[in-house]
């Protein structure tokens, strides 16, 4: 009997301590550590156009962390298909919430969208107004996505355990352009300025009409700003956008012969007939120019996207990904609505678990109503 005392008292503190010390960068975000996670699927960001995205998560049983980073992922397909349930999505929202982040794969609208092209969205890549219109159109919503999580964390008292100011954005081939285009456009001077002058007043009008640089997506009032991306074979229309005060960090991943997203400056497809957009290999050479932190994964002679194609391929980018993603987040970060909002203690437990008063000694765990728990010794 006294054996298998001493074997709960085990268990319950190791359990109690696992989840105290989740939040610590030592115990999670480099390394798988939680096997059982959640998924809220259909989850709409934005009632204007009925964009839905799939939120990611540690299990809340296993998982007391209330200021998680939070990565929002963008599937491929050109600007014409692909869904937020595409596999490598998937794969990257799951070994992130593994590690102990927060998730998301988002839908936004697509080239044939009624809002955007309609038919005409299928050659999209030929006319330079409708590649303005299908990028502006992409990037906007995911602004909107990201206002989505912050407006839940400011109304909704933060439903899913993010930290507002470690917000990634990132995905793959046509996803993957979206991050870099809403980080180095700030104004839609600077977004008019980097276009072809064939372009530029339709550029002008298309911002002008549809709420500037932040669009009409919904969660207006609140911050798209994003603290890094996750770039996997995406590109910008231009590097004329990129200047000295885009400062944002990016991780990226190319193949030296893909013909669908170059990895330099080249025509989308490898066709002359379509939009030039310029690579990751194109972007690396002057960010670290301007001294943003970034790293290039090089997939020598590889075409686009290899990561979807071949198992070995995506866990060298999975783990290069997310190495760098752990080396750039702030495991210490409290939110100052944290710091002034009085937390509400529902009860105190001793290291078995049983409810105490508030003068005992010994190891005490305090329970707080927002779910986080605070581990104290007390001697007197």
């Known amino acids: 009997m006294k054996r ?88 990257l929202c799951e070994t992130f919430a593994k590690r102990g982040y927060v998730a998301a794969s988002i839908n936004y609208r697509l080239a044939t969208d009624p809002t955007v092209l309609g038919f005409a969205g299928f050659i999209w890549m030929t006319n330079l107004e409708n590649g303005i219109k299908v990028i502006y159109s992409s990037m906007t919503d995911a602004k909107a996505a990201v206002r989505f999580f912050r407006k839940e964390f400011a109304e909704l008292s933060n439903p ?19 991050g870099p285009h809403m980080s180095y456009i700030e104004t839609v001077e600077e977004f008019v300025s980097g276009i072809d002058e064939s372009g530029q007043d339709y550029a002008l009008d298309l911002a002008t009409i549809n709420g500037g640089m932040e669009g009409m997506s919904g969660n207006e009032g609140y911050s798209s ?45 490898n066709s002359p007939n379509n939009l030039t957009a310029c690579g990751s290999m194109a972007i690396q050479p002057i960010i670290s120019k301007y001294g943003v932190s970034n790293d290039l994964l090089i997939y020598d002679g590889a ?44 009860y105190r437990k001793d290291i078995l678990g049983r409810t105490v008063k508030f003068n005992n000694k010994g190891f005490i765990f305090n329970v707080y109503k927002d779910g986080s728990v605070q581990k104290k010794f007390i001697i007197n």
């Open 225 to 269: 700003n994003i603290s890094g991306m996750i770039n996997l074979a995406g590109a910008l229309h231009t590097v004329n956008w990129i200047d000295d005060t885009d400062l944002t960090p990016i991780v990226s991943c190319h193949g030296t012969e893909d013909e669908t997203v170059p990895d330099e400056c080249g025509t989308i497809l």
């Open 4 to 91: 298998l005392y001493t074997l709960t008292i085990l268990l319950i503190f190791n359990q109690l301590s696992a989840q105290i010390n989740d939040c610590d960068c030592a115990n999670r975000y480099q390394e798988e550590v939680f096997n059982d996670i959640t998924v809220e699927t259909n989850v709409t960001y934005s009632d204007i156009y009925n964009l839905k995205m799939d939120i990611y998560q540690p299990s809340s049983d296993v998982d007391l962390c209330t200021n998680r980073p939070l990565i929002i992922l963008a599937h491929g397909g050109s600007f014409i298909g692909g869904s937020k349930s595409n596999p490598t999505m998937v794969d």
């Open 303 to 346: 075409g686009h996207c290899p990561w979807d194609l071949n198992a070995g391929d995506k866990q060298e980018m999975i783990d290069f990904v997310t190495t760098f993603v752990y080396n750039h987040i702030d495991c210490n970060n409290i939110e100052l609505n944290e710091l002034n909002k009085s937390r509400e203690l529902i």
């Open 160 to 178: 899913y355990g993010i930290d507002q100011n470690q917000i990634w954005m990132g995905g793959n081939s046509a996803g993957a352009c979206l």
